[in-house]
């Protein structure tokens, strides 16, 4: 069955970095768009970060300059570099992805488990 796995996060200090992986694994043929989105207590899910599979990416505001995410299509792997972390920035964040999926040929919408950020001093 086609699934996310997510890895890499932990609790930093402001200012300090992190990265995240995602590896999409299972029953499938290929990944198109793939993203990371976060989530903080009584607050809506957002879309942190997100790239295309030729590499073209867009980030939300509150995170540009600071995060990077890449991927590695040979390993079907998603990452996001945070950098110069706030306290803002605590959050379960959750990888998401377009798989194609063997069993049944069609595309789905996938999400990784999540994974706790937590900034703090």
């Known amino acids: 069955q086609a699934q996310l796995v997510e890895s890499g996060g932990g609790l930093v200090q402001p200012g300090g970095s992190l990265r995240l992986s995602c590896a999409a694994s299972?029953?499938?043929?290929?990944?198109?768009?793939m993203g990371w989105y976060r989530q903080a207590p009584g607050q809506q899910r957002e879309l942190v970060a997100g790239?295309?599979?030729?590499?073209?990416?867009n980030y939300a505001d509150s995170v540009k300059g600071r995060f990077t995410i890449s991927r590695d299509n040979a390993k079907k792997t998603v990452y996001l570099q945070m950098n110069s972390l706030k306290f803002e920035d605590t959050a379960v964040y959750y990888c998401?992805?377009?798989?194609?999926?063997?069993?049944?040929?069609?595309?789905?919408?996938?999400w990784g488990q999540g994974t706790q950020v937590t900034v703090a001093s």
């Open positions: 299972g029953s499938i043929f290929g990944v198109k768009a």
């Open positions: 998401n992805a377009e798989l194609l999926a063997k069993e049944t040929i069609q595309w789905v919408n996938a």
């Open positions: 790239i295309t599979p030729v590499g073209r990416t």
